[in-house]
């Protein structure tokens, strides 16, 4: 079993800054990609930034140069720093890890549960 635990979430003025976490835990053999989504009321959800396990990184147009996506291999957590943060920002994040468990010869992708953000002044 594998869970993402999520935090870094909360209420931020305009331009303020934030860092969101993510820890995976359990029976995990090797992770692939990390990565950041958010969801906005009304709206899909929608990949925010990615990383790959030799830290090739991907970012969504709306968060470049303001966004800042890392990971620690060691400790299985992702990290995303967000800076200059924008009323539009407001959302769920929620993070996502492409992971194999010890008693499996294939990768799935595994979801946290889940954090606000929201920018407002």
């Known amino acids: 079993q594998v869970q993402l635990v999520e935090s870094g979430g909360g209420l931020v003025q305009p331009g303020g800054s934030l860092r969101l976490s993510c820890a995976a835990s359990?029976?995990?053999?090797?992770?692939?990609?990390m990565g950041w989504y958010r969801q906005a009321p009304g709206k899909q959800r929608e990949l925010v930034a990615a990383i790959t396990s030799g830290g090739t990184t991907n970012y969504a147009d709306s968060v470049k140069g303001r966004f800042t996506i890392s990971r620690d291999n060691a400790k299985n957590t992702v990290y995303l720093q967000m800076n200059s943060l924008k009323p539009e920002d407001t959302a769920v994040y929620y993070c996502n890890a492409n992971i194999r468990v010890l008693w499996r010869d294939y990768f799935r992708d595994y979801w946290g549960q889940g954090t606000q953000v929201t920018v407002s002044s």
């Open positions: 359990g029976s995990i053999f090797s992770i692939n990609d």
